[in-house]
């Protein structure tokens, strides 16, 4: 079976790709999918240490690319689940060493072996963002309920659009329902309504993402009694074609109705 | 209408609803790829077009991108003055 490669991208730095990645890709491992995520920010390398596998790099990306090592040896497994990969970034080169040919002949070699590919991709929309997207199926965009992250969101879209891999879905991260219910925040109904495409996720912020990045070990590998973890988990679900409702989230109750008010306005 | 509108509800919009208007208005400029100087040169211009023909209200013209989905257009609101036509050859 053909490999499904889906690229993590925002315009914006800092609003949780490389979290999401490594999360939805420990989701869809823990589904029984075999999965193999990227970095894709060459220079700036950070999934390894989200998957607390920064110990275990041997060869990378650019190795591979470049022909130092076969591809199969710069991948790093990550143990704790059987059908989970990471093929790391390089730290000590830049962007400039990678073109989209690249990415795709990489994917390409990939395929076959896969039913998923996640690429983290680089913030930004120069080379970093072009490579990455090179040889998406599907581009998932992720903002926050945040002014410069969705217009930059909103500029990615058109990109997207224009590149013709869209129309791409979208995630929204780090929602405050306390802050949402004071008006002091965009709702999720408005970044819909704003970059008009499709929602795939809401993802709450918690302080609980902090405490795995700092451990190394994603929020999704135990979800239970954490609506970030449920979060991640349900947007792997429905990347696997399911229909998962949005989360009522019953302990705060505001993000459910600001669910439900989605759901019923955005169907 | 939009101070009546204040009014009524007597309280200023939320912060959370100032920065989803700001953004309806920045992403229509930034998807058109028109900056809002180019705006204002395209509402003069429009309005030297119109005006040789016929008599408009200059100060009333409304020149905006509205959006709908992803589809941008361009809206010029010209009120006219009294309807009338401008005589020709008069």
């Not at chain 1, 451990?215 to 074609?241: M, T, V, Y």
């Amino acid at each position: 079976m053909a490999a499904r490669v889906f690229t993590v991208t925002s315009g914006k730095g800092g609003v949780g790709k490389t979290t999401l990645a490594a999360n939805l890709g420990v989701a869809l491992a823990m589904n029984g999918n075999r999965v193999i995520v990227i970095d894709a920010d060459v220079g700036l390398r950070n999934l390894d240490m989200m998957l607390g596998l920064e110990n275990r790099i041997v060869y990378d990306l650019v190795d591979a690319i470049e022909g130092r090592c076969r591809l199969r040896q710069a991948l790093v497994h990550d143990k704790r689940l059987s059908e989970l990969f990471l093929l790391p970034a390089a730290q000590t080169r830049d962007k400039s060493a990678v073109t989209p040919d690249d990415m795709v002949r990489i994917c390409d070699q990939l395929q076959g072996q896969y039913d998923y590919i996640l690429i983290d991709s680089p913030a930004g929309i120069e080379q970093g963002f072009r490579y990455a997207v090179a040889p998406a199926d599907e581009v998932l965009i992720v903002t926050n309920p945040e002014i410069a992250a969705v217009r930059d969101a909103d500029r990615v879209v058109g990109l997207i659009e224009a590149e013709e891999k869209g129309p791409a879905r979208l995630i929204v991260n780090r929602v405050r329902p306390d802050m949402v219910r004071r008006g002091e925040m965009l709702d999720i109904a408005d970044v819909v309504e704003l970059l008009a495409i499709d929602l795939v996720g809401i993802v709450p912020e918690e302080a609980d993402i902090l405490v795995s990045a700092n451990q190394g070990k994603p929020l999704a590998f135990s979800p239970d009694g954490c609506l970030a973890g449920q979060a991640f988990h349900n947007i792997a679900r429905r990347l696997q074609g399911e229909d998962v409702p949005f989360l009522t989230l019953r302990e705060q109750g505001v993000l459910g109705r600001i669910i439900s008010f989605v759901r019923s306005g955005g169907d | 209408m939009r101070i009546l509108e204040r009014l009524k509800r007597g309280r200023k919009p939320s912060s959370g609803k100032v920065a989803k208007e700001r953004l309806r208005l920045v992403l229509a400029h930034d998807r058109a790829h028109i900056s809002p100087g180019l705006l204002d040169t395209l509402k003069d211009e429009i309005i030297s077009v119109i005006s040789r023909h016929i008599d408009i209200d200059a100060d009333n013209v409304q020149v905006t991108i509205s959006q709908s989905a992803r589809e941008s257009r361009l809206v010029a609101d010209i009120p006219l003055l009294h309807g009338q036509r401008r005589r020709k050859g008069a």
